[in-house]
């Protein structure tokens, strides 16, 4: 009970607390790190936790959980009756099957859905009419733990499982899918220092990244290297007589170019083609770094997106992450992440999507009626839950066999990523449809959600690289 009185040791502790306590929430409490109300409820509750807990978590990492600061309530957190009493409730998509989610997966929703509709919804489609950069929100948003989902806790991080993120980016994208496509874009990079940094490199780097006071990007795609990616031309060549690299080449499609800090760029040092790739972490800032001017885009507005240029940019051999000739295997591994990643997003629009149009439906009336009374409206509503509902199957199966690091979970994160964005692409496209002439306009939300999500089905690999990745697996057995 007396860890009430303080505060978090870190930002990744805020959504780690979930995972160890549930506990009610009968207080209205602001984004802070004190509780304000119901200490004594609070009090009882956590010495029972505490003590139910003991022998688990100290067997799992020692006393370390009892000696941070730690506040146990903030807004954003429901008890676990109210979120299954109100499961129907208009705020919680109705398509979640709740019963497939952990007591804590719920938890975890729930905070994420409150962040998206008090700080990314209500200011979204201005972000996209001016292209503004959300760093603040995103700032925001790495306070509650979503800066360093996968990262391990010694660095900050939250050490969520993909199945954990599939659940939190879903919620996020539902309020503003650019947004939350950046914020999956810099967990991919801060996942890869995690996992295939060294320890200098992983305090060095991490606790700034998953605080979001460091921002980064990832740097595969060039002008001649989309799909086939390990044709990749960057050159990464050691200095003669000193162990620095020096980086020669162009990056394209680079979201938060030109306003990240942290570039993780994949570079050739030996013409073997898929050995001799290199990941290398270039900072901002670096003589010979330099950036294109901001693409125009059709969607994801709210995100810079620039070519990276590198010309005699030096590169210490500190800021090589994993072993030379290991980069085209980090930058697999970062896109299977980031093609569940992408895929859910794909999700979260396509149920914000759905709703709209249910609600539009209901007070819309033409020939006397509302068009939800029409059976060709019911059928395509009903076509439409079903489609957002099987993605989001798809892409929990997807995330789960990659936690699991199941044979075949490449393949599973492509089908989900191909299924999933086409579909939900398509469920968007059908509520613009059923808005008719207002769906076109941008006074509607709508069309900004169509153009967001169209993207989704040409990065991470394109959809028809997805249908290769199955069809190799398939020809495997």
């Not at 978090?8 to 306590?21: D, Q």
């Not at 068009?371 to 076509?383: C, G, H, M, R, V």
């Not at 199955?470 to 495997?476: E, G, W």
């Amino acid at each position: 009970g007396w860890c009430v009185f303080f505060g978090y040791r870190n930002a990744g502790e805020k959504l780690r607390v979930r995972k160890l306590f549930s506990l009610p929430s009968s207080s209205s409490l602001a984004y802070g790190n004190r509780p304000l109300l119901g200490i004594g409820s609070v009090f009882f509750h956590s010495f029972a936790m505490l003590i139910s807990n003991l022998p688990f978590r100290l067997l799992q990492t020692g006393f370390r959980p009892f000696l941070p600061k730690l506040a146990l309530l903030e807004r954003g957190m429901s008890s676990l009756s109210s979120l299954s009493n109100n499961s129907s409730d208009s705020d919680t998509p109705r398509v979640w099957n709740d019963r497939r989610l952990t007591p804590e997966q719920m938890q975890f929703r729930n905070l994420a859905s409150d962040f998206a509709k008090e700080e990314l919804m209500p200011f979204a489609a201005e972000w996209d009419r001016s292209g503004h950069f959300p760093v603040a929100a995103l700032r925001k948003a790495a306070g509650l733990g979503f800066g360093g989902i996968y990262c391990d806790q010694d660095v900050g991080g939250s050490r969520l499982s993909r199945a954990d993120g599939a659940v939190i980016f879903e919620a996020l994208a539902y309020g503003d899918v650019s947004t939350t496509a950046y914020l999956t874009v810099h967990n991919m990079c801060c996942s890869i220092i995690d996992r295939f940094g060294t320890d200098e490199q992983r305090f060095c780097w991490l606790p700034g990244l998953i605080a979001m006071d460091l921002l980064s990007s990832y740097c595969l795609t060039e002008p001649s290297s989309g799909s086939d990616a390990a044709s990749l031309q960057t050159t990464a060549r050691q200095a003669v007589g000193s162990t620095d690299y020096i980086l020669n080449g162009t990056k394209v499609f680079i979201s938060g170019g030109g306003v990240s800090d942290v570039y993780l760029v994949m570079a050739r040092t030996s013409i073997e083609r898929t050995k001799g790739i290199s990941c290398f972490l270039v900072e901002k800032g670096m003589a010979g770094l330099s950036f294109g001017r901001p693409e125009h885009k059709l969607g994801w507005r709210s995100q810079p997106t620039t070519t990276v240029i590198m010309e005699d940019v030096k590169v210490p051999s500190k800021n090589l992450i994993g072993a030379e000739g290991q980069g085209f295997q980090v930058a697999l591994s970062g896109l299977d992440s980031g093609r569940v990643n992408i895929a859910t997003c794909s999700v979260g629009g396509a149920q914000f999507c759905f709703d709209a149009t249910e609600e539009y439906a209901r007070t819309r009336h033409q020939f006397g009626k509302a068009i939800i009374e029409f059976q060709n409206t019911q059928f395509k509503l009903a076509d439409m839950l079903t489609d957002v509902q099987a993605s989001r199957l798809m892409v929990q199966d997807a995330a789960l066999s990659l936690d699991a690091s199941a044979p075949g979970a490449t393949a599973s994160v492509a089908m989900a990523k191909r299924f999933a964005t086409d579909t939900c692409y398509r469920v968007c496209n059908d509520a613009l449809q059923l808005h008719g002439g207002y769906g076109y306009l941008n006074d509607y939300p709508i069309e900004r959600y169509v153009r967001d999500l169209r993207v989704h089905t040409i990065l991470e690999g394109t959809n028809e690289i997805m249908r290769l990745v199955i069809a190799r697996q398939m020809l495997k057995k």
